[in-house]
């Protein structure tokens, strides 16, 4: 099982950027897909993006909510996942967690296997 470290959340002003980070430590990512979910208070967690760790291509998903504003990249050599967040709006104040998971590309929590501890967003004027 691989251990899964966040950082880089923070409070930022709507229209403004972000860019969280995971570690990934305990075995070297091979065919892992790695994901972000938040949660926000009283609501259930949801998908944020997601990106394949294969060496043989590069796959990415994301929300609906996001995709224009948020970019998921990976960095082979280091082990880390990165989320850039642009444009942030009042509604993506959250809880963010990496996640990792071997059954392949999936938007379900319940089909990741490995989280982190979260890092909170908070955007706020």
């Known amino acids: 099982q691989v251990q899964l470290t966040e950082s880089g959340g923070g409070l930022v002003p709507p229209g403004g950027s972000l860019r969280l980070s995971c570690l990934v430590s305990?075995?070297?990512?091979?065919?892992?897909?790695m994901a972000w979910f938040r949660q926000a208070p009283g609501k259930e967690r949801e998908f944020v993006a997601a990106?394949?760790?294969?060496?043989?291509?590069?796959?990415?998903e994301y929300a609906d909510s996001v995709r224009g504003r948020f970019a998921v990249s990976r960095d082979n050599a280091e082990n880390t996942m990165a989320l850039q967040m642009n444009d942030l709006k009042l509604e993506d104040t959250a809880v963010y967690f990496c996640?990792?998971?071997?059954?392949?590309?999936?938007?379900?929590?319940?089909?990741?296997?490995?989280w982190g501890q979260g890092t909170q967003v908070t955007v706020s004027s």
């Open positions: 305990g075995r070297t990512l091979i065919n892992d897909v």
């Open positions: 996640a990792e998971t071997i059954r392949g590309f999936s938007r379900s929590p319940g089909d990741f296997d490995s």
């Open positions: 990106i394949t760790w294969s060496s043989r291509q590069i796959s990415i």
